[in-house]
T-cell receptor, first 112, second 116 residues
Framework: AQSVTQLGSHVSVSEGALVLLRCNYS??????LFWYVQYPNQGLQLLLK????ATLVKGINGFEAEFKKSETSFHLTKPSAHMSDAAEYFC??????????WGAGTKLIIKP | SAVISQKPSRDICQRGTSLTIQCQVD?????MFWYRQQPGQSLTLIAT?????????ESGFVIDKFPISRPNLTFSTLTVSNMSPEDSSIYLC?????????????FGSGTRLTVV
C-alpha cells in the first residue's frame, strides 16, 4: 500500500532563508508525486508534479522538488522564502490510477 | 486546466439540518471528487461522483449521510445531511482532467461549514 510521510507539521524559516519541506513516500510501483499548496481560506493549488522523465521538477512561485528513488523522497525547496509563501503544503502520491494518497501537511511559517 | 466554482464558500448551520454544496466546472471532466478537510488535518476522500450513476463512497462514508448528485459532466452536488458539530469541516470539490493522476487535479476554493 502507498503512504506519504511529511516530516514536521510546522516549519518556520526567516524571510530570505532556504525553504525545505520534507516528503517521503512508499509505493510498490513507480509513483507519481505531487506538491499542493493551500493558502489561508482557499482551496488547493498544484505547485508541481513528477510523473516521468527529469527527476528535478520546477514548479510555480520558485519552488522545485527532486525525486530521489533511492531515498524514496520528494522534498520541496525554495532558495529564498517570501512572506507570501506562508501556507500549508501537502505532498501526495499516486500509483498511476486516479486516487491520491495525501500527506498530513506542513504549515510553513515565515518570520520577518 | 479547469476552473471550478464552488458554492457556498462558507455557512453556519444548525445541527439536524442539511446543507447542499454545489460544484460547477467550466469544462466537461470525466472524474469529480468530494473531499473533507477537518480542522488542522489533511484531505480525506469522501466519494467519487460518477456521471449518470451512484457515487462511489470511501470507507467510513455513506450515501445516507453524504448524498451526491452528478447530473452531467460539469456539475455535482454534495449534501451533508442531519448535521452535527462533528461535520464542521472544509468540503472541497476536485476534478481530474484525464483518467489518471498524472493529468493533475484542480480544486474548488472549498466550503467552510460550521455546525452549531
Amino acid at each position: 500500500a502507498q503512504s506519504v510521510t511529511q516530516l514536521g507539521s510546522h516549519v518556520s524559516v526567516s524571510e530570505g532563508a532556504l525553504v525545505l519541506l520534507r516528503c517521503n513516500y512508499s509505493s510498490s510501483v513507480p509513483p507519481y508525486l505531487f506538491w499542493y499548496v493551500q493558502y489561508p481560506n482557499q482551496g488547493l493549488q498544484l505547485l508541481l508534479k513528477y510523473t516521468t522523465g527529469a527527476t528535478l521538477v520546477k514548479g510555480i512561485n520558485g519552488f522545485e522538488a527532486e525525486f530521489k528513488k533511492s531515498e524514496t523522497s520528494f522534498h520541496l525547496t525554495k532558495p529564498s522564502a517570501h512572506m507570501s509563501d506562508a501556507a500549508e503544503y501537502f505532498c501526495a502520491v499516486s500509483d498511476g490510477n486516479y486516487q491520491l494518497i495525501w500527506g498530513a501537511g506542513t504549515k510553513l511559517i515565515i518570520k520577518p | 486546466s479547469a476552473v471550478i466554482s464552488q458554492k457556498p464558500s462558507r455557512d453556519i448551520c444548525q445541527r439536524g439540518t442539511s446543507l447542499t454544496i454545489q460544484c460547477q466546472v467550466d469544462s466537461q471532466v470525466t472524474m469529480m471528487f468530494w473531499y473533507r478537510q477537518q480542522p488542522g488535518q489533511s484531505l480525506t476522500l469522501i466519494a467519487t461522483a460518477n456521471q449518470g450513476s451512484e457515487a462511489t463512497y470511501e470507507s467510513g462514508f455513506v450515501i445516507d449521510k453524504f448524498p451526491i448528485s452528478r447530473p452531467n459532466l460539469t456539475f455535482s452536488t454534495l449534501t451533508v445531511s442531519n448535521m452535527s458539530p462533528e461535520d464542521s469541516s472544509i468540503y472541497l470539490c476536485s476534478v481530474l482532467l484525464g483518467r489518471t493522476a498524472n493529468y493533475g487535479y484542480t480544486f474548488g476554493s472549498g466550503t467552510r461549514l460550521t455546525v452549531v
